[in-house]
């Protein structure tokens, strides 16, 4: 079992920054992969960023660019920074942890953080 949760969400104005964190505990040796994935209002979930225990990162087209996905491993902690943000970035943000063990893959999502981008 891996537990997830979230901080950094909160209001910034278009063009501002702000960095997400979450921290990982539990079965944490099983985790193979951690991502980033947001819901906006009447929308689906979507992927935002992913990054494997190696280090190789994934961006959906949208945030390429803006946003960077980082993990430290030591910290168990995944980060996302995200930059030159636009209002079409509101959403609620959700950490995910993607694990492996005894060949039994599992999925894990933290409550989510919200992120909202306003004048």
């Known amino acids: 079992q891996v537990q997830v949760v979230e901080s950094g969400g909160g209001s910034v104005q278009p063009g501002g920054s702000l960095t997400l964190s979450c921290v990982a505990s539990g079965d944490t040796d099983s985790i193979y992969r951690m991502g980033w994935y947001r819901q906006a209002p009447g929308k689906q979930r979507e992927l935002v960023a992913t990054?494997?225990?190696?280090?190789?990162?994934n961006y959906v087209d949208s945030a390429k660019g803006r946003f960077t996905i980082s993990r430290d491993n030591v910290k168990n902690t995944l980060y996302l920074q995200m930059n030159t943000l636009k209002p079409e970035d509101t959403a609620v943000y959700y950490c995910?942890?993607?694990?492996?063990?005894?060949?039994?893959?599992?999925?894990?999502w933290g409550q989510g953080t919200p992120v909202t981008v306003s004048s």
């Open positions: 995910n942890a993607n694990t492996l063990r005894d060949r039994r893959v599992s999925d894990y």
């Open positions: 990054i494997t225990d190696s280090g190789v990162t």
